[in-house]
């Protein structure tokens, strides 16, 4: 839910300011989800010192639902580390994604999230971002369009909530562990920049403004690529914490796209 304020964001010297995306964290079971969540944690604790802000793009839990007064068991540990790091003073946003697009109030009120459901632009030291899971936007993808429109209906969202939770949040689960975007094995291979629809989007809107930096999660492969007529724009995705487990920095100046090694 969009909270109207500015998007403007100025560096204090010596912050940074790191995005990372498509942890689905619960699959593709809870052992062997708690060992990323664990790797998760670590690089939350690394990057503490010189975070000033913390952008999370999208499919944190691969199942998440809010009913009126009842979360997903579990993910303790993850939504702790970032208490603190919120109650740090380090300001938190969260794009919902695909497999967490039923989120409620429960972050921003626990957490203090600043939590959007759709893309939006930031001014971060003077330089223009795009930011957004990713999911929907471009041509193509057709099924996946039409499918977000009825988990998104109101009615569809009413009608889901009188479920009881254990039955709600097992059938999520189910079909969210079916999907093959969890294990990244469809998100190997580059396609091209004619074939990327993320990258195709992307280029579009360089027709109808400047925009340094487009960074997106969902794909699930990392990339950094110069777009544009000049290549002074930048592509990035931000890989997954499945396969890669990487993110992106911003130190006011530029942006790296890098792998978290907890060895």
């Known amino acids: 839910m969009e909270t109207g304020r500015s998007n403007e964001i100025n560096l204090v010297k010596g912050k940074k300011v790191y995005f990372a995306s498509d942890q689905h964290f619960g699959a593709p079971n809870e052992k062997d989800s708690k060992i990323r969540e664990k790797k998760f944690i ?5 990057i503490k010192g010189d975070c000033q802000v913390l952008f999370l793009l999208g499919d944190l839990f691969d199942f998440w639902h809010e009913y009126k007064t009842v979360v ?5 540990r993850i939504l702790g580390k970032l208490a603190e790091l919120s109650d740090m003073g380090i ?19 626990e957490l ?3 939590l959007y459901t ?6 971060i030291n003077h330089k ?4 957004a899971h990713g999911d929907g936007l471009g041509p193509g993808d057709k099924s996946y369009k039409t499918m977000k429109k009825i988990f998104t209906n109101p009615l569809a969202r009413w009608l889901f909530q009188w479920l009881h939770p254990d039955i709600g949040v097992t059938l999520g689960n189910y079909f969210s562990r079916k999907n093959k975007l969890i294990s990244g094995e469809e998100d190997i291979k580059f396609l091209g920049e004619d074939n990327e629809w993320l990258i195709v989007f992307s280029k ?20 950094d690529l110069p777009i544009g007529e000049q290549k002074q724009s930048h ?13 992106a920095v911003f130190d006011g100046e530029s942006l790296k796209l890098l792998t978290y090694n907890d060895n």
């Open 112 to 114: 203090s999230i600043i």
């Open 42 to 46: 670590n690089f939350l604790d690394c």
């Open 204 to 223: 579009e809107k360089l027709k109808d403004k400047k925009i340094d930096y487009f960074i997106y999660g969902h794909r699930h492969l990392p990339m």
């Open 91 to 109: 300001v938190l946003y969260f794009f919902t994604g695909n497999h967490d697009l039923w989120m409620r109030d429960y972050l921003q009120k």
């Open 235 to 247: 592509y990035v995705n931000l890989g997954d914490w499945i396969s890669y487990f990487t993110y």
């Open 118 to 123: 759709n893309e939006q632009e930031f001014d």
């Open 128 to 131: 223009k971002f795009f930011i």
């Open 72 to 76: 997903p068991k579990g993910f303790v």
